[in-house]
């Protein structure tokens, strides 16, 4: 499958690089990139880490605002200015920047997480705190539309 799917929980080593999970390391092949495109996530603690068809996907957004607005101009500064490129040395593994730390908290594990077309890296225990608030609201919308349903049949 050419989907980035599922987690792991990485050591960062002495020298401050992570190896990428094996089955993400084959996603990156097949795609063929040799550089890796990662933003910081906008609303948590995250990396959203892709190929350069992400950047891609990004820019083709930019371009259909606008370039006189300040929508256009902010979506350019984040995409552009909290992004980097990523390369993955010959054994997989990719360097923990500043960059990435500042904004994650990552000290000495990463969390992979797949997010389809693209994968996202944290700090364990900010990945564990996200997913039990997501799994929450998620149990409520799923609650709620069970209700719904139950009282729509009732009249």
Same mark, same amino acid.
């Given at each position: 499958?050419?989907?980035?799917?599922?987690?792991?929980?990485?050591?960062?080593?002495?020298?401050?690089?992570?190896?990428?999970?094996?089955?993400?390391?084959?996603?990156?092949? &097949?795609?063929?990139?040799?550089?890796?495109?990662? $933003?910081?996530?906008?609303?948590?603690?995250?990396?959203?880490?892709?190929?350069?068809? $992400?950047?891609?996907?990004? *820019?083709?957004?930019? @371009?259909?605002?606008?370039?006189?607005?300040?929508? @256009?101009?902010?979506?350019?500064?984040?995409?552009?200015?909290?992004?980097?490129?990523?390369?993955?040395?010959?054994?997989? &593994?990719?360097? %923990?920047?500043?960059?990435?730390?500042?904004?994650?908290?990552? %000290?000495? *594990? %990463?969390?992979?997480?797949?997010?389809?077309?693209?994968?996202?890296?944290? *700090?364990?225990?900010?990945?564990?705190?996200?997913?039990?608030? %997501?799994?929450? &609201?998620? $149990?409520?919308?799923?609650?709620?539309?069970?209700?719904?349903?139950?009282?729509?049949?009732? *009249?």
């Amino acid at each position: 499958m050419d989907r980035f799917l599922s987690s792991a929980i990485n050591r960062i080593d002495a020298k401050g690089r992570v190896s990428v999970p094996a089955h993400f390391r084959s996603v990156v092949q &097949r795609r063929g990139y040799t550089d890796l495109y990662a $933003l910081r996530a906008l609303d948590v603690p995250a990396m959203d880490v892709g190929g350069p068809d $992400l950047l891609d996907r990004y *820019e083709q957004r930019i @371009a259909l605002e606008d370039p006189f607005l300040q929508t @256009a101009d902010d979506m350019s500064f984040f995409v552009h200015g909290d992004g980097a490129f990523l390369k993955l040395d010959q054994d997989g &593994r990719i360097t %923990v920047t500043d960059f990435i730390r500042e904004h994650t908290g990552i %000290v000495s *594990e %990463v969390a992979f997480v797949g997010r389809g077309l693209f994968f996202q890296m944290w *700090e364990p225990e900010r990945l564990r705190a996200h997913s039990a608030e %997501v799994r929450a &609201r998620l $149990l409520k919308l799923r609650q709620q539309a069970s209700q719904a349903r139950a009282a729509a049949s009732s *009249e």
